[in-house]
């Protein structure tokens, strides 16, 4: 009778365990990487869009998930904060969310350059051109001059 | 023998040692007979009658013969059996008893007696509840989970569930399911009308035809409550998907589900809502129709600034 107890404990678990291996594999890669960046290089405004990333993002997951993400472009950003800031409840209006798209651009421009580089050289021109327009803009705007 | 000769007997340190007579430990034979018995279980439950074609869990080869598959009426049984547990039992259970806060018991429910228009109503349209099973009070949504299924593949699931776990009824002609399907869906687009659709009313068709606005809403702006899910315990709006992914991404988000929805208390219940695991339901092409439907639905002129 126990084993069967068991068994049956054993199979409910099993059913419910429904996680996509693939993508729980995936972010448990990232969120074993660092929690922090060391953001005292960079512009005033951004080390406090990232006070702002640090906040809104540690709601619902570790900070170390998008930090150590494979997303680098501007278009992968901007996709994946309107996800989060349009989940109800998530308290990031659209002028927090652009703070942390901002700095997210800056920062994947500056500690994930290669691996920018790397996803740039595989746009079609027109595509390519346009990221680097954005990476350009977030720096034009807030590099100290 | 008296205390006398006990008195003269010699010091015992000289004496030839002599056997006693004492009983075994009662301890002993309890252990002995408890290991028996729990043997005898086991040789029972095990063996197969020393049949090496039989292991376990299978105890005789009857069992294990009638787990096979097989030609006819046995082989739809078994194929009804495979998609129960793929599409229904993950909320009612391979045990047909349901779960509490998903979903309600299959197993000796006066819904699963009913006729098969009314039976094949649920698993087509959906069910909003409050509905009473077996004396119970249960106020859920289920999505139209068999839309999808063919009649052949519907036909077999109800068979397995009128005829699984003590229920009695009979088995479910396809014909039967064409018959509930015209009957429910009268006013669905017919081939001819969807030929003559755009994609955008196409896919509006699909959102209605898989029931994806019981949980998300008719106008999709996000629905109903579903209490504890960390989606501020509601179902979530679609009007910004066009925002937040690709179309492929949005698709292979719909043909996955996500089982497991974050709890806004961790402590708390499970939320009783989840997105269910579209890609054996709905066809690729009208995956494709319904992405774009989705994608039209947002709002003009908003426009955050990145």
Not at chain 1, 24 to 51: H, L, M
Not at chain 1, 104 to 131: C, N, P, Q, T
Not at chain 2, 268 to 285: L, N, R, S, T, Y
């Amino acid at each position: 009778m126990a084993a069967l107890v068991l068994f049956g404990a054993g199979v409910a678990c099993a059913e419910d365990q429904q996680l996509d291996a693939a993508t729980k594999a995936r972010i448990d890669k990232y969120e074993q990487g660092p929690a922090t960046v060391d953001v005292s290089q960079y512009p005033q405004v951004i080390q406090d869009n990232y006070e702002v990333f640090s906040q809104k993002c540690t709601q619902c997951h570790k900070l170390s998930r998008p930090i150590n993400s494979d997303y680098a472009l501007p278009d992968e950003w901007s996709r994946y904060v309107k996800r989060m800031m349009h989940k109800p409840g998530s308290g990031i209006d659209g002028s927090d969310g652009k703070k942390i798209y901002e700095f997210l651009v800056y920062d994947s421009s500056v500690r994930k350059k290669a691996m920018l580089d790397d996803k740039l050289a595989k746009l079609s021109a027109e595509d390519k051109a346009a990221a680097e327009a954005k990476v350009k803009e977030v720096h034009d705007k807030y590099d100290r001059k | 023998m008296s205390d006398e000769s006990k008195s003269s007997r010699p010091p015992a340190a000289d004496s030839e040692p002599t056997a006693s007579r004492s009983t075994l430990p009662v301890w002993i034979m309890v252990l002995t007979l408890v290991l028996l018995f729990l043997g005898a279980v086991y040789f029972d439950r095990h063996s197969g009658w020393f049949n090496r074609q039989v292991y376990a869990p299978y105890t005789s080869a009857d069992q294990l013969a009638a787990s096979q598959p097989r030609s006819g009426a046995a082989s739809a049984l078994a194929q009804g059996r495979k998609i129960y547990e793929n599409a229904c039992g993950v909320c009612h259970g391979n045990d047909g008893l349901g779960k509490p806060g998903q979903a309600p018991p299959l197993a000796g429910s006066e819904w699963v007696a009913k006729d098969v228009v009314s039976l094949a109503r649920v698993p087509l349209a959906g069910l909003n509840g409050p509905i009473q099973v077996k004396g119970r009070d249960w106020n859920l949504a289920m999505a139209p989970m068999g839309a999808g299924m063919s009649d052949a593949d519907l036909a077999a699931v109800l068979t397995c569930i009128r005829q699984s776990w003590g229920n009695t009824g009979g088995v479910v002609a396809a014909d039967e399911i064409k018959a509930a399907r015209a009957a429910i869906n009268g006013q669905a687009p017919t081939p001819a009308q969807l030929a003559q659709m755009t994609p955008v009313e196409r896919g509006r068709a699909v959102f209605q035809k898989y029931g994806c606005y019981q949980c998300h809403g008719q106008d999709a702006k996000g629905g109903v409550a579903n209490p504890n899910a960390k989606t501020a315990e509601q179902v979530p709006s679609l009007i910004y998907v066009a925002d937040g992914y690709t179309r492929e991404e949005l698709i292979t988000f719909i043909k996955k589900g996500e089982r497991d929805i974050p709890r806004m208390n961790p402590a708390g219940p499970e939320p009783p809502h989840f997105m269910p695991k579209w890609g054996p339901v709905i066809q690729d092409a009208e995956l494709d129709d319904l992405a774009t439907y989705l994608f039209s639905l947002k709002p003009k002129g908003e426009n955050v600034g990145f």
